[in-house]
């Protein structure tokens, strides 16, 4: 019977097809997803359905949305033990924005009122992108919107589901907490007729968290640029925006980011470096010389960046004026780093002798096995030359510019 309904089961993944519409007929503006288990279920199969095609259509600036689910044939209860096909729509209706359409003739018609949208907030920062491939400049704009933005939140409420199928673990944001800021990036372009349109391209949601005692620290919680215009360096831009908006804030403590995934990780620093090395705390000379409350300092006051990742910079930077070739040069800085991703391990080591002294051997030997082995110097090295192959990464993107 399971051979006989293999044909029946299908990725998700490979069925689905997003596209940002300006024209209907371009199929260059489609897309597809990078995981569907937030919506149909770990597995991320589909069940019951002949050539299954799902179309998700998204006007380009407003977002109006259509909804096509196309099949050549599905299982039939009758005909198969009882057995149903899984409700695809239904999948899709707990999560998809109110609104959404099923009428293709309908959609289209929706397009034509995208021709007037205008992001909604206020204008942060305007910028241009020249295409690697060549030709002509693209223009982009960088919006800030809160809750209380009119009309915002019911363009939110379709933009955010872009999440579900780009980022792993995503959620909702409780749009009740005015705390909420919203940084939004559309492309402004011209269009045949010659009037100006916007394209949706990224986007950030920012908290602003409470901080003792009259103080707040926004954290970056969630970032996400749509696949079509990745690689281009909106994300940059985006985060960028976001400094400049808080960092004269004088009641900004520090602006910090919410489980950043590897690759924002490396976006951050690599914006955070382009920053910090206009400090005088950060020039080579005094690199060489070590991570100093100098640097925290400079870094927290002008560009609102924690220690922590004040320190992470000062690594990034000092690797960048380090000649590897100078063999004495380049084994201080690895010291120097690894004596840091060392730390922690020599904390446990004093906590586990204290507990020696004090614990029966058994007891001893329990607390050991419940949390791991201890750390080893290979562990150690291989944390290192990973975190040297990451740092590189940002110091070509800088070499770049």
Same mark, same amino acid.
């Given at each position: 019977m399971t051979?006989?309904?293999?044909?029946?089961? *299908?990725?998700?993944?490979? *069925?689905?097809?997003?596209?940002?519409?300006?024209? =209907?007929?371009?199929?260059?503006?489609?897309?597809? !997803?990078?995981? @569907?288990?937030?919506?149909?279920?770990?597995?991320?199969?589909?069940?019951g359905y002949t050539d299954l095609h799902i179309k998700l259509f998204y006007s380009a600036g407003s977002l109006q949305t259509y909804l096509g689910i196309e099949y $050549?044939?599905?299982?039939?209860?009758?005909?198969?033990?009882?057995?149903? !096909?899984?409700? *695809?729509?239904g999948a899709l209706r707990k999560v998809l924005a109110p609104g959404y359409v099923s009428n293709l003739d309908h959609f289209i018609s929706m397009l034509e009122k995208d021709k007037y949208f205008t992001p909604h907030g206020h204008l942060l920062h305007s910028f241009t992108v020249t295409p690697r491939e060549g030709g002509d400049k693209r223009t982009f704009e960088v919006y800030y919107s809160e809750i209380s933005t009119p009309g915002f939140l019911a363009y939110h409420q379709r933009l955010q589901t872009f999440l579900l199928w780009y980022v792993d673990a995503a959620s909702f944001i409780d749009v009740d907490d005015e705390q909420w800021t919203f940084f939004t990036v559309f492309e402004k372009?011209?269009?045949?007729? +010659?009037?100006? #349109?916007? &394209?949706? &391209?990224?986007?950030?949601?920012?908290? #602003?968290?409470? &901080?003792y005692p009259r103080h707040t620290r926004p954290r970056v919680s969630q970032v996400l640029t749509l696949p079509p215009y990745r690689?281009?360096?909106? @994300?940059?831009?985006?985060?960028?925006? =976001?400094?400049?908006?808080?960092?004269?804030?004088?009641?900004?403590?520090d602006i910090t980011v919410e489980d950043p995934s590897q690759e924002f990780q490396r976006i951050r620093d690599y914006v955070d470096a382009k920053? @910090?090395?206009? %400090? !005088?705390?950060?020039?080579?000379?005094?690199?060489?010389? +070590?991570? $100093?409350?100098?640097?925290?300092?400079?870094?927290?006051?002008?560009?609102?960046?924690?220690?922590?990742?004040? #320190?992470?910079?000062?690594?990034?930077? #000092?690797?960048?004026?380090?000649? $590897?070739?100078?063999?004495?040069a380049y084994l201080n800085y690895r010291l120097d780093v690894k004596n840091r991703l060392n730390a922690p391990?020599?904390?446990?080591?004093?906590?586990?002798?204290?507990?020696?002294?004090? %614990?029966?051997?058994?007891?001893? &030997?329990a607390t050991i096995s419940s949390i791991g082995a201890m750390e080893t110097q290979g562990r150690l090295s291989s944390q290192y030359l990973s975190l040297e192959e990451e740092y590189r990464r940002v110091i070509h993107r800088l070499e770049q510019d």
């Open positions: 051979d006989a309904l293999s044909h029946l089961v *299908v990725d998700g993944n490979e *069925v689905l097809e997003f596209k940002l519409v300006e024209d =209907i007929e371009d199929d260059d503006t489609s897309f597809g !997803p990078e995981m @569907c288990h937030q919506v149909f279920g770990e597995n991320e199969n589909i069940f $050549t044939d599905k299982i039939e209860p009758s005909k198969s033990g009882g057995l149903k !096909p899984d409700d *695809v729509e372009y011209h269009c045949s007729d +010659g009037g100006v #349109r916007y &394209a949706t &391209a990224a986007y950030a949601t920012v908290y #602003r968290y409470y &901080a690689k281009i360096g909106l @994300c940059a831009e985006l985060l960028q925006s =976001i400094y400049s908006h808080f960092i004269p804030q004088p009641e900004v403590m920053n @910090c090395d206009t %400090l !005088p705390a950060y020039q080579p000379a005094k690199l060489l010389q +070590g991570f $100093t409350p100098e640097m925290a300092n400079q870094a927290c006051n002008k560009f609102k960046i924690n220690k922590k990742q004040a #320190r992470r910079i000062y690594e990034i930077l #000092r690797l960048k004026s380090t000649n $590897t070739s100078d063999k004495t391990f020599q904390k446990k080591k004093l906590e586990m002798k204290k507990l020696q002294k004090v %614990l029966k051997p058994e007891e001893y &030997a």
